[in-house]
Nanobody, 124 residues
Framework: QVQLVESGGGVVQAGGSLRLSCTGSGSAFDDYTLVWFRQAPGKEREGVSSITRSGTFIYYADSVKGRFTISRDNAKNTLYLQMNSLKPEDTAMYYC?????????????????WGQGTQVTVSS
């Protein structure tokens, strides 16, 4: 098992930047494909970005392409999400999740381990 803890959320003005972190413990971090999901009030949770174990394959939702960058440092057991050019519609609770098995990266039911989330609020 792996335990995940997110950090780095906050309140930022539109056009600003934030970097989210997700630190893992309890199991070999590089055994897992990692993902960022987000959930805005009244909306379903959606996949934001995913990165495979060694970082070879990276995926982004169309809504964040060109603005967000996912990365991981397996030596530090940490996943990152650099978010630039933030928009009010990026306001959401952001979650990191991990899985060992395969499947479409944006399917939340394929992820076994979840963090508690970190809130991102973008003001206009």
């Amino acid at each position: 098992q792996v335990q995940l803890v997110e950090s780095g959320g906050g309140v930022v003005q539109a056009g600003g930047s934030l970097r989210l972190s997700c630190t893992g413990s309890g199991s070999a971090f590089d055994d897992y494909t990692l993902v960022w999901f987000r959930q805005a009030p009244g909306k379903e949770r959606e996949g934001v970005s995913s990165i495979t174990r060694s970082g070879t394959f990276i995926y982004y939702a169309d809504s964040v392409k060109g603005r967000f960058t996912i990365s991981r440092d397996n030596a530090k057991n940490t996943l990152y999400l650099q978010m630039n050019s933030l928009k009010p519609e990026d306001t959401a609770m952001y979650y990191c999740a991990a899985r060992r098995r395969g499947g479409a990266w944006f399917r939340e039911d394929t992820y076994n381990y979840w963090g508690q989330g970190t809130q991102v609020t973008v003001s206009s």
